[in-house]
């Protein structure tokens, strides 16, 4: 156990700022020119981010947890000694909006450069692609949906959420670190797709549509699934310009799943 960690009996300390008081957007811009910050909850997802090549900046983690789950956290920082450690009692990090869901452990991590689609795909036969998904939960659950069914990358167009934004590491669980994901090029993204070779397949709802379990895409070798926003679907022109358009069936009138529901059900099919 590290004999520099920091004891606190209020979180009224400037260090402390980033975990109750800094916005998303304001973490995300802290450190410029250089890249910001995010936070990571949860020995589990903290260890997740650790072995990705994370490096963190900060951890603050209740003094009831030192011999329990942070324990294990604590010795990996051994690594980074610059990263100061905070111990509260649980009581004090209780006042912080949604603690008691963070099991008694924060991490203030450092982000990395994003790589770019061409990088990050290079080699990959499935990807996803979500076009303005811009709920933090969804964009957590797809994620999550991504890695467990087998797909090779994740790609955002600019109107996405961030998937570091605290709520959709949470929702993921640490699965955010567990498969490639960047950020597409504004205005060029089913360009971008068709120059690494990839077959696009809109997920909409349209008239003039595949089954899912059409024998045309499973034998495509590259497909890029692209899943709309949560209101509207994908863009008229997405869909347009994409190479399939499939829809899922649906039973008793419902029209539609929810974008994370249908993310796990098409990765499913078209992953096999």
């Given at each position: 156990?590290?004999?520099?960690?920091?004891?606190?009996?209020?979180?009224?300390?400037?260090?402390?700022?980033?975990?109750?008081?800094?916005?998303?957007?304001?973490?995300?811009?802290?450190?410029?020119?250089?890249?910001?910050?995010?936070?990571?909850?949860s020995a589990i997802v903290v260890g997740r981010a650790l072995d990705a090549g994370y490096e963190p900046f900060s951890?603050?983690?209740?003094?009831?947890?030192?011999?329990?789950?942070?324990?294990?956290?604590?010795?990996r920082l051994e690594k980074f000694p610059l990263a100061k450690i905070y111990v509260a009692k649980e009581e004090v990090?209780?006042?912080?909006?949604?603690?008691?869901?963070?099991?008694?452990?924060?991490?203030?991590?450092?982000?990395?450069?994003?790589?770019?689609?061409?990088?990050?795909?290079?080699?990959?036969?499935?990807?996803?692609?979500?076009?303005?998904?811009?709920?933090?939960?969804?964009?957590?659950?797809?994620?999550?949906?991504?890695?467990?069914?087998?797909?090779?990358?994740?790609?955002?167009?600019?109107?996405?959420?961030?998937?570091?934004?605290?709520?959709?590491?949470?929702?993921?669980?640490?699965?955010?670190?567990?498969?490639?994901?960047?950020?597409?090029?504004?205005?060029?993204?089913?360009?971008?797709?068709?120059?690494?070779?990839?077959?696009?397949?809109?997920?909409?709802?349209?008239?003039?549509?595949?089954?899912?379990?059409?024998?045309?895409?499973?034998?495509?070798?590259?497909?890029?699934?692209?899943?709309?926003?949560?209101g509207y679907g994908l863009k008229v022109e997405t869909i347009k310009n994409s190479d399939y358009c499939v829809k899922?069936?649906?039973?008793?009138?419902?029209?539609?799943?929810?974008?994370?529901?249908?993310?796990?059900?098409?990765?499913?099919?078209?992953?096999?």
């Amino acid at each position: 156990m590290r004999d520099d960690m920091i004891f606190v009996d209020s979180l009224d300390v400037p260090e402390l700022e980033i975990y109750h008081v800094l916005s998303e957007n304001r973490l995300y811009h802290i450190n410029e020119p250089d890249e910001g910050l995010f936070i990571a909850e949860s020995a589990i997802v903290v260890g997740r981010a650790l072995d990705a090549g994370y490096e963190p900046f900060s951890l603050l983690v209740a003094e009831e947890e030192l011999e329990r789950e942070a324990k294990e956290i604590i010795t990996r920082l051994e690594k980074f000694p610059l990263a100061k450690i905070y111990v509260a009692k649980e009581e004090v990090l209780k006042k912080i909006t949604g603690y008691n869901i963070t099991r008694g452990l924060l991490c203030a991590m450092k982000r990395k450069k994003l790589k770019s689609a061409f990088e990050v795909c290079e080699g990959a036969k499935r990807v996803a692609v979500l076009e303005n998904v811009s709920n933090p939960t969804n964009v957590g659950a797809i994620m999550r949906n991504a890695a467990a069914l087998n797909m090779d990358a994740v790609l955002f167009t600019k109107g996405s959420s961030d998937p570091l934004y605290r709520r959709a590491i949470r929702v993921s669980m640490g699965t955010v670190f567990q498969i490639p994901w960047t950020f597409l090029t504004p205005d060029r993204e089913i360009e971008e797709l068709r120059e690494m070779g990839f077959k696009t397949v809109a997920l909409a709802l349209s008239d003039n549509t595949l089954d899912i379990d059409d024998k045309r895409l499973a034998d495509e070798d590259k497909l890029a699934i692209l899943l709309g926003s949560e209101g509207y679907g994908l863009k008229v022109e997405t869909i347009k310009n994409s190479d399939y358009c499939v829809k899922i069936p649906m039973a008793h009138g419902v029209d539609s799943l929810n974008v994370a529901a249908c993310s796990a059900v098409t990765f499913w099919e078209l992953q096999k």
